[in-house]
């Protein structure tokens, strides 16, 4: 192994249930170098850089430092080896200070092992001039916006000095003058020696800040170039190239009349956007998008958990502005969250009590009495039409499956009997063969003539189910495509805000 | 409890074998915490029994079941609220100022009819600012229950001058004082509330939403639930029970006393969570909470009739919570989600 590279991975691969996150990945970082890594949503890059930074144990493959095989047990361990993480997620403690979030848990003490909060501030101060931050030391986190999080975090990294730094998706709340700043940083830092992994789903930033960038896909390397040596398009045809497989089917009935739009204003709020859109009975529309670009708020805002007076909703001719989930739901407008763990099933509920949550009014007699029989009847003929594997409905739904319990989620909500059904993320952590089973259920319930308003970040399942795809970016609706027209470049293209070539290749602007 | 399904062909049921079923309903039975009471129960009662011929007179559970009556009506709000996810801590205090309402304003010449709505309003008034602040303000339960019981007890002290207040005429008394059967009005009073708590929380939909608020609270908002309104009901009623429990016992006594209700919280939130409710929500019956009311009264009426030092009453109270709890936690991490 020659010694230009400070880092090696050889024959990486880990498993999590159902899916091979990462599959024998063989990658190397050299000195000074900023190595940038692309990939969609799901295709490993967040499991690698967690086993980078000692977050998780790869089950097979080996890790070389300066041609040294190394094994980080946590992030401690990495951190002591010199390589430091700005994850995704933000880290911080809100209630704490600036200077105390950088110098967490290694505060300098004066003597007697008190916090020597002279120096402390001090240091905090130099490292805030690298970014020119008008930020005090003794600030709380919790008081800034998140783009100066965002910094602090960074500079967080910056003063463990690693040799080894790692950047996931670090300017997605940055403006461009931030941006610069950064770039700037990252050029100072590596002229003395320091290596980057940057990954970005913006590709220009790529183009400006990186010397190689590898592509990841499906768990496994799609190529590693010099940046010379590759531009956009053909670093997205990378990533996403691969056949579409028929797990999707095909429609099985006509779309009816437009029925339901929603219309949302720019009004004094700072969160409105215009938005219009429009869905058909028994259509479905992908909503595409980058993660953070307002897809799933705009669902909060339509069914009233998030209530927004700028947001109309037109059903059958209808206007509302639902105010609660208990309206929309009223009037057969639906949404199901990405987040079903913590907001939409009770895991220490029995199938049969959560398969009828929504639905309790249907079970109750005049007197306001509730028919547990006929509850198991709904529970069993759900478990039927889900096929939720599980010997009992009475079983918590805390132990199923996340395939299952995503089926007692869709059984959940379509028991609602609803004429429009938001799903959110419908396969997160779901396993191949539950994804295939809930793309027929989804198929089906557009046949009985239910709009489905589908917000996803798989693209292929995007593509492979949508009559229609909008892609929002930046809480607006940035480009719309028909079934024939759309791809998956054009898709990513456009939630990416490479707008003037989408602007070439989409249909219709608006 | 719960109707059990039965597998009447159809292609639904293959996996659910007649003896799976039975194993199943058998061990529903066994997990039930109110099966699990009962036996202590019986058991604790049938010893005493043996050991000492007094206990099982009329004279004794007579008194013993007065005493626990009147906690029960209390627990009955306590229990929605635990299975809602809530508790308050000013039940105590709401208990002592509502008798003391009624009380005053019966002195002052108004008809017994009139001065209980009055106390019952008062309790109802207080649980709906613990329920207001918790729900639409935010701030959560321990703390505003908190405040709530040291505010409200309190105002009874400023009321009052801290002094007591008797002579309440004998219309109102029989309230508390009067039988039926031989058996004392405030046992009637106590059981068919806890009958028909104990149905309306399992059967009726409206506070069936409880388990569902107690169980996601934030699922419960998006399953259309209106949470808001339902816990800021909660608080009404808990607050209303209090009063009711805190009258009756003005009625038994003949006299509001000022340091009435003192500790209750404690004691009732107890017999909750000893009939298997739990702090966390979604779980615990009506039934349950009065077999834990039961089973503390046994407990400490056994100990005076065995003859134990009544300082000694408190601890055992605190004990028997912390190895109700233990035994549940023990039963439940064998059954732990993946």
Known sequence: MSGEHILELRGITKDFPGVRAVNKVDFDLRRGEVHAVVGENGAGKSTLMNILGGVLQPDSGDLFLDSRPVRFVDVADAGRNGIAVVFQELSLVPSLSVAENIYFNRQPTDRIGFVASGKLHKATQQLLGLFNLQVGPARAVAELSMAHRQIIEVLKAISLRPRILILDEPTSSLSATEIDRLFDNILRLKSEGVSFIYISHHLPEIFRIADRVTVLRDGKIAGTFGIGEVDEESLVKRMVGRELTNMYGKRISQIGETYFQVERSDGDTKTAFNLRLALGKGEIVGIAGLIGSGRSELAMEIVGITPNRQCIVLLNNQQFRFRYPAESIEQGVVYLTENRKELGLYLSMSIQDNCVAPTLRSYTNRLGFISDHQIGLAALDARHRFNIATPSVRKLVGQLSGGNQQKVLLAMWTGARPKVLIVDEPTRGVDVGAKAEIYRLLRDLAASGIGILMISSELQEILGLSDRILVMRNHRLVAEFSREEATEEKVILAATGLAERAKKLSGQEL | ?338
């Open chain 2, 1 to 338: 409890m719960k109707t059990d399904v039965e597998p009447k062909g159809g292609p639904t049921l293959q996996s659910e074998q007649p003896s799976q079923l039975m194993f199943e309903r058998l061990r529903r039975l066994t997990s039930f915490r109110e099966f699990m009471i009962m036996a202590i129960v019986i058991a604790g009662c049938l010893v005493m029994w043996i050991t000492t011929p007094i206990f099982m007179t009329f004279g004794n559970w007579s008194a013993l079941l007065l005493q626990v009556s009147i906690e029960c009506i209390v627990a009955i709000g306590m229990t929605i609220l635990l299975v809602s996810g809530g508790f308050d801590l000013s039940v105590g205090s709401t208990f002592a100022f509502a008798g003391a309402m009624t009380a005053m304003t019966m002195s002052s010449g108004l008809p017994p009819w009139a001065a209980l709505l009055v106390g019952l309003a008062a309790g109802a008034v207080i649980g709906f600012c613990n329920g207001f602040i918790i729900a639409k303000i935010g701030i959560n339960p321990f703390v505003t229950t908190l405040a709530m019981m040291s505010m409200v007890r309190g105002m009874l002290l400023v009321i009052t001058r801290g002094r007591n207040i008797s002579g309440l005429p004998e219309s109102f008394r029989v309230i508390g004082q009067g039988n039926v059967h031989g058996v004392q009005n405030p046992i009637w009073i106590a059981l068919l509330m806890v009958l028909v708590g104990d149905i309306l929380l399992r059967k009726a939909r409206f506070f069936r939403q409880n388990y569902y608020l107690g169980g996601n609270e934030r699922a419960a908002m998006l399953s259309g639930i209106r949470i808001d309104r339902l816990k800021i009901f909660n608080y009404s009623l808990t607050g209303l029970l209090a009063a009711f429990a805190g009258i009756i016992m003005t009625a038994r006594l003949g006299a509001a006393s000022v340091t009435a209700g003192t500790g209750l919280e404690l004691k009732v939130i107890s017999a909750v969570i000893i009939g298997g409710a739990s702090l966390k929500g979604g779980e615990g019956t009506i039934l349950g909470s009065f077999l834990g009311s039961l089973l503390m009264g046994i407990l400490v009426g056994a100990l005076t009739i065995l003859g134990v030092d009544v300082y000694w009453n408190t601890f055992v109270i605190g004990a028997t919570l912390l190895l109700a709890v233990l035994i549940d936690t023990f039963g439940r991490s064998r059954r732990k989600l993946p």
